[in-house]
């Protein structure tokens, strides 16, 4: 019989032939600090049917914890994605009865997001759970060092504002890829 596994705790780098250590430069640390984030926060949401950056967006609209009737613009800057893929992440959401788009009365050409009571009682049941998510991550480090990561990743991000664009680093359309397969462009 086969052994389950914690979702949470998967196979370390060595059960995929690799053991090299981390390179200890900011971008090879933050892709792999995502990794490890978007792994954790996935694995406590494949039962509900959503990705991490849905679970993100009922964060955001939430009224205990975020900006409902905020619009689809605002949202997708808070995100770090562009308003296109922001309008198909709300409509996947709307579909699944999770969020409620109404038009803006001050401007016709907004649309304000809420989560429905459906999405509301959802987030508040998840949010325990990503809580825990997020502890297990962070367990190696003391609470202090905690917050101080925390407080450390917060100044870096907002002090770098002007370099977060939504598809920044992706190949542009019709852009030829060099003979090394883009190597160069990898992490």
């Known amino acids: ?97 999770l969020v409620d788009r109404r038009v803006n009365e001050a401007d016709r050409r907004a649309r304000q997001l809420r989560l429905t009571p459906r999405g509301e009682r959802l987030r508040t049941r998840l949010h325990p759970t990503q809580l825990a998510s997020q502890a297990h991550v962070l367990a190696a480090l003391t609470k202090r060092e905690q917050e101080l990561l925390i407080d450390l990743l917060a100044r870096v991000v907002e002090s770098n504002r002007a370099l977060a664009r939504p598809g920044t680093g992706r190949r542009k359309p019709g852009a030829r890829q060099s003979s090394d397969n883009n190597v160069s462009g990898r992490l």
């Open 1 to 97: 019989m086969a052994q389950s596994r914690d979702p949470i705790q998967p196979r370390s780098l060595e059960a995929y032939g690799d053991d090299a250590p981390v390179r200890r430069t900011p971008i090879s640390l933050a892709r792999r600090f995502l990794q490890i984030c978007t792994t954790a926060t996935s694995a406590t949401l494949t039962d509900e049917d959503l990705t991490p950056i849905q679970f993100a967006i009922l964060v955001y609209l939430s009224r205990e914890s975020g900006e409902p009737d905020i619009d689809q613009n605002r949202l997708a800057a808070r995100l770090g994605i562009d308003r296109a893929s922001t309008s198909q992440l709300v409509d996947g959401l709307e579909k699944k009865g």
